[in-house]
């Protein structure tokens, strides 16, 4: 009987499957790519004070308590959608004072609710911390997360 699975049709396969699904991954990376740039992130709003923002909210490891866009940490809110959450969408100006207000309130001192700090921010830097929480608010998440509150 002649052997039907020889050591070249093995190798054949290995290379055939390697050359296979290394060229599925190059061409899914890049689709993801030009996905992430074009598609799902607002490029043209990527202002100066939303890069200066996101600096705000590095420099004060803001992600130490919450998340943003589901990364971070558990102890306090989801911050990708407080934009939306503030009203912001429609009220701009109404949700940049309602995240003034709340960054100066801070701690609030209520007992049994868990605390933030004060980070004694100025006033430019609140203006860039909303100019970039509103741009992450515009990030197409494909409605992640599910709900506002989320
Ligand atoms: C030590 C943990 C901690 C850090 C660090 C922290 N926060 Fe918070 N944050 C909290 C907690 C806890 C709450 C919820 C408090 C409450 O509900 O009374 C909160 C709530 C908020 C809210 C309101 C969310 C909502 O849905 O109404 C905003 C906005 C916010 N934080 C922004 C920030 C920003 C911006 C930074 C960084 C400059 C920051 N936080 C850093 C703990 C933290």
């Known amino acids: 009987m002649t052997e039907r699975f020889t050591k070249a049709a093995a190798r054949n396969i290995f290379y055939g499957g390697s050359?296979?699904?290394f060229a599925a991954f190059v061409s899914l990376t890049g689709a993801s790519?030009?996905?992430?740039?074009e598609k799902s992130t607002d490029s043209?709003?990527?202002?100066?004070?939303?890069?200066?923002?996101?600096?705000v909210w590095?420099?004060?490891?803001?992600?130490?308590?919450?998340?943003l866009?589901?990364?971070?940490?558990y102890f306090?809110?989801?911050?990708?959608?407080?934009?939306?959450?503030?009203?912001g969408d429609k009220d701009p100006d109404g949700a940049r004072m309602a995240l003034k207000a709340w960054m100066g309130a801070q701690p609030s001192g209520i007992e049994g609710r868990r605390q933030m700090p004060q980070?004694?921010?100025?006033?430019?830097?609140?203006d860039d911390l909303a100019d970039f929480l509103a741009w992450t608010s515009r990030i197409n998440t494909q409605n992640w997360p599910p709900k506002v509150s989320g």
Do not use: D, M, Q
């Open 76 to 87: 306090a809110p989801e911050l990708g959608n407080v934009w939306v959450r503030y009203g």
């Open 119 to 126: 980070f004694h921010l100025t006033e430019r830097e609140l």
């Open 33 to 37: 790519h030009v996905y992430v740039v």
């Open 58 to 67: 590095e420099k004060n490891s803001c992600i130490n308590c919450h998340t």
């Open 69 to 73: 866009l589901g990364e971070g940490a």
């Open 19 to 21: 050359l296979f699904f």
């Open 44 to 55: 043209k709003g990527l202002t100066e004070s939303v890069a200066r923002g996101k600096h």
